[in-house]
């Protein structure tokens, strides 16, 4: 599985100068990979790009070679799982029933019992297979995240995007998930490409970090002891801050903000 | 598959093993107690909506046969099954009175209540495809503005005597109100195309269109004669009354092929109910679904109000009291909600025959009697949570 970004921009709608460009981007191998930047510097567009729900204005991104402009929503969704930052139903649906969405079965007319299988499988790996019949509006932000990312699980995707899967989670699960990516882009030769703002559990467990910085660039990629340096992080986030070294991997002690 | 690189973490790599059979290496654990007692509650959970949905249809069928038997000529439930028997057999009626009371059954009584079985099964299985589709609790049939469209056409027909393609005069209002309630259904497909397709941009285009057929619809209904005025007003009402035999196959041929299409739809359905980004992301085209469905919608609508006048509350609430008991996936919901709209529709029709007879309360008024205070109490009661 190759993904490939080729001179990539995108600008919304309306808006005169693009939210990313000139992005030169090539996931070939399975790995952990993290995208770090500012608040606003365009890391959803970019993710959102790679499977088709923005469609880049310039350049292309193909997809084990082939175009995704020649290949349908439904194509891409063979090789792509997509965990959006915040979901909520309007009509809450069982856990199960959300998280069996994601399984291709699901468009038939029964839900078999290897369906029901997998998706207790995907549960019990969040841990939230207690939850299994509560209805999905009657969950935490944490827990719906949690069900966010069982759906692309269960996808069975050969990339995985991941856009904040740990931003509603307490510290522990924060952790966990991110070990669980980490360890399912090992095992299961899967690339997973996630947005952290969390500097640290990013270089800990990422294999590549990508950064973005103003305006809607790729400034950055590398392993997290070549990216995460003191001057990268301070220009970046225009914020004072020192980076030690953890069982060889950069961990940033945040100082004061300059300005805001 | 090695395990080098998983994190030392026993508990992490544990669930990374397991998970190994989901991308197709064995699992290690297929059944425990956990995912028995899962597919368990899952299967319960089905079999109570499988048990809704034929409640409401036997119940359906129950009430047709005693509709049957309701009128200002007496017949028994015993007569009727006889007639039906005897009809079903080929039987040649003699004239006289058992003529007369084949006809009563097969020409009067019997289209009213498969017209209120049609409108009911097409308003409600519209009305869980608008919500979903649109994502919002309020969305109904008529949302898109159908109705307006239809009754700016029913009073063109009604109040000036304009007969589109110059029908004859009996079939002008049905003519006129379908093809006026598909405009708004086809600017909003336009315009979504367009511009964005979001639900809000459809919902919100949705009542401008039916703010200016509505203003044309007042302005025409002003000038009008106080005897066309009561006409038009009973065709906004909504009655089971005004059609016969042969527009009961009519409405058929538009109601029952829309809503097995919907049905065919409703796993798309339930992918579109979580947002577009999701759902594309699962390999549904949420613009492209949504017009579909929304042309679907529309026909089937079109075709019951023509017909049937304004009901309202059916296409809004079935659905509702249905996600109650069945839950909100739609691949159930359309059924059971279609099944739920014609019982409610032809026990509203019996009680507004029999509630001040031998005058006859419309069809629109009663399913609002009934079902508002229906609907209050299922929300008090049932404390449900399935609207979020």
């Known amino acids: 599985m190759t993904v490939e970004l080729q001179d990539v921009a995108f600008s919304y709608h309306g808006m005169d100068s693009p939210v990313i460009s000139g992005i030169n981007l090539t996931l070939d191998r399975p790995g952990l990979y993290c995208i770090v930047g500012p608040n606003g510097v365009g890391k959803s567009t970019l993710i959102k790009c790679i499977n088709k729900l923005n469609k880049p204005t310039a350049g292309r991104v193909l997809i084990n070679g082939w175009d995704t402009r020649e290949l349908s929503l439904k194509e891409v969704a063979r090789y792509i799982g997509y965990v959006p930052v915040t979901t909520f139903d309007v009509f809450s649906m069982p856990v199960i029933d959300a998280i069996l969405l994601g399984a291709k079965s699901e468009s038939k007319w029964r839900t078999t019992d290897s369906d029901l299988e997998m998706a207790t499988r995907v549960m019990k790996m969040l841990g939230i297979e207690d939850l299994a019949m509560r209805g999905f509006n009657q969950l935490s932000a944490g827990q719906h995240q949690k069900v966010a990312i069982c759906r692309g699980l269960i996808q069975k995707p050969k990339m995985l995007i991941l856009d904040e899967p740990t931003a509603n989670l307490d510290v522990k699960h924060q952790v966990y998930v991110t070990e669980l990516l980490r360890g399912l882009a090992e095992t299961s030769g899967v690339i997973v490409l996630m947005i952290s703002h969390d500097l640290n559990v990013a270089a800990k467990y990422a294999h590549e970090i990508i950064v973005m910085s103003p305006p809607g660039v790729i400034s950055k990629v590398g392993p997290p002891e070549e990216v995460i340096t003191e001057e990268l992080i301070s220009d970046l986030y225009d914020i004072e801050c020192k980076v030690t070294l953890d069982e060889g991997r950069p961990h940033v002690v945040l100082g004061s903000a300059r300005s805001i | ?388």
């Open chain 2, 1 to 388: 598959m090695s395990e080098e690189g998983i994190p030392d973490d026993p508990l992490i790599k544990d669930v990374v093993r397991k998970s190994l059979g989901i991308w197709g290496a064995p699992a290690e654990d297929n059944r425990d107690d956990t995912t028995n007692s899962i597919v368990d509650k899952y299967k319960k959970y089905v079999h109570r909506k499988w048990v809704f949905i034929v409640v409401c249809i036997v119940a359906t069928v129950a009430v047709l046969l005693l509709a049957l038997t309701v009128g200002d000529y007496p017949l028994t439930v015993g007569r009727c099954y006889e007639i039906i028997l005897q009809q079903i057999t080929g039987y040649q009626f003699p004239q006289g009175r058992e003529s007369l009371e084949a006809s009563i059954i097969f020409d009067i009584r019997l289209p009213r209540v498969y017209l209120g079985i049609l409108a009911g099964i097409g308003l409600a299985a519209a009305g869980v495809a608008m919500q979903s589709t649109l994502m919002n609790p309020l969305a109904d049939p008529y949302t898109t503005g159908v109705s307006s469209g239809a009754s700016f056409g029913a009073t063109i027909g009604i109040v000036l005597g304009i007969s589109i393609f110059g029908v004859p005069a009996q079939y002008t209002t049905v003519i006129n109100a379908f093809v006026f309630s598909l405009i708004p259904m086809l600017v909003i497909i336009v315009l979504s195309k367009l511009r964005n397709g979001s639900p809000t941009t459809m919902i919100m285009a949705g009542i401008a269109i039916m703010y200016i057929f509505n203003a044309f619809t007042t302005l025409i209904s002003l000038m009008a004669e106080p005897e066309k005025l009561q006409q038009l007003y009973r065709w906004t009402v909504g009655s089971l009354a005004m059609a016969g035999p042969s527009d009961v196959v009519v409405m058929a041929v538009f109601v029952i092929p829309g809503v097995i299409a919907l049905q065919f739809l409703t796993s798309k359905l339930n992918i579109l109910s979580t947002g577009d980004d999701t759902a594309k992301s699962l390999g549904v085209d949420a613009d492209r679904m949504r017009r579909i469905i929304l042309l679907i919608v529309a026909l089937i609508a079109a075709a019951v109000v023509s017909f049937t006048g304004l009901i309202g509350f059916v296409g809004l609430v079935a659905p509702h009291i249905v996600r109650i008991f069945v839950g909100p996936d739609n691949r159930f919901l359309l059924p059971a909600s279609a099944a739920f709209g014609a019982l409610l529709l032809v026990v509203a029709d019996l009680i507004g025959r029999v509630i001040i007879a031998p005058a006859q309360l419309e069809v629109g008024v009663v399913t609002a009697f009934m079902g508002g205070p229906l609907f209050l109490w299922l929300i008090v009661r049932k404390n449900s949570k399935v609207w979020g």
